[in-house]
T-cell receptor, first 115, second 113 residues
Framework: GAGVSQSPSNKVTEKGKDVELRCDPISGHTALYWYRQRLGQGLEFLIYFQGNSAPDKSGLPSDRFSAERTGESVSTLTIQRTQQEDSAVYLC?????????????FGQGTRLTVV | KNQVEQSPQSLIILEGKNCTLQCNYTVSPFSNLRWYKQDTGRGPVSLTIMTFSENTKSNGRYTATLDADTKQSSLHITASQLSDSASYICVVSGAGGSYIPTFGRGTSLIVHP
């Protein structure tokens, strides 16, 4: 596709359930980022992928959060045993890596609501 | 630690008026600075990108300035429109390592008719 695609666009889940959020980056973009945005707050960095490896996982808030990327393409962010404080919009971005003026293109986000 | 600070946190202006948003950063070594516009419920969209040697860059009614010596940038919006209501995010990328960008928390702009 022409842009970054995320699915689902909205997800409502019960507290304690696991959820998987998907990101399809722009074809050929080797860098992929996940961010979290709580209501009224700024973007919070979660994890960065270069190819299929994640050199920076420093933003993952707890061990309930994990992410993987395969084929230098699709990435999945998994939240286990969801809590109400996990409710947020999860944004994915991709960019060409190792270039000086790299623009990050964002998907529309997945709005996660934990009830 | 790399930081990007934006001010004001929120701004309300009347349609047709001008406004200026500020961004201060500590990212070093510096590579580039971008301003993004994020409409409610949408992903951020890039407005401008500035590198070390650029002082001013315009995109329609948006004009960004950069002072790499003082590590400050501003985004000036001229003749504001209702559609300018959004969050404006300053993003700074470093020149070393993996170019992971540092995001400011954004300025929320509301334009009233």
């Amino acid at each position: 596709g022409a842009g970054v695609s995320q699915s689902p666009s909205n997800k409502v889940t019960e507290k304690g359930k696991d959820v998987e959020l998907r990101c399809d980056p722009i074809s050929g973009h080797t860098a992929l980022y996940w961010y979290r945005q709580r209501l009224g707050q700024g973007l919070e960095f979660l994890i960065y992928f270069q190819g299929n490896s994640a050199p920076d996982k420093s933003g993952l808030p707890s061990d309930r959060f994990s992410a993987e990327r395969t084929g230098e393409s699709v990435s999945t962010l998994t939240i286990q045993r969801t809590q109400q404080e996990d409710s947020a919009v999860y944004l994915c971005a991709s960019s060409l890596s190792r270039t000086r003026n790299t623009e990050a293109f964002f998907g529309q986000g997945t709005r996660l609501t934990v009830v | 630690k790399n930081q990007v600070e934006q001010s004001p946190q929120s701004l309300i202006i009347l349609e047709g008026k001008n406004c200026t948003l500020q961004c201060n950063y500590t990212v070093s070594p510096f590579s580039n600075l971008r301003w993004y516009k994020q409409d409610t419920g949408r992903g951020p969209v890039s407005l401008t990108i500035m590198t070390f040697s650029e002082n001013t860059k315009s995109n329609g009614r948006y004009t960004a300035t950069l002072d790499a010596d003082t590590k400050q940038s501003s985004l000036h919006i001229t003749a504001s429109q209702l559609s300018d209501s959004a969050s404006y995010i300053c993003v700074v990328s470093g020149a070393g390592g993996s170019y992971i960008p540092t995001f400011g928390r954004g300025t929320s702009l509301i334009v009233h008719p």
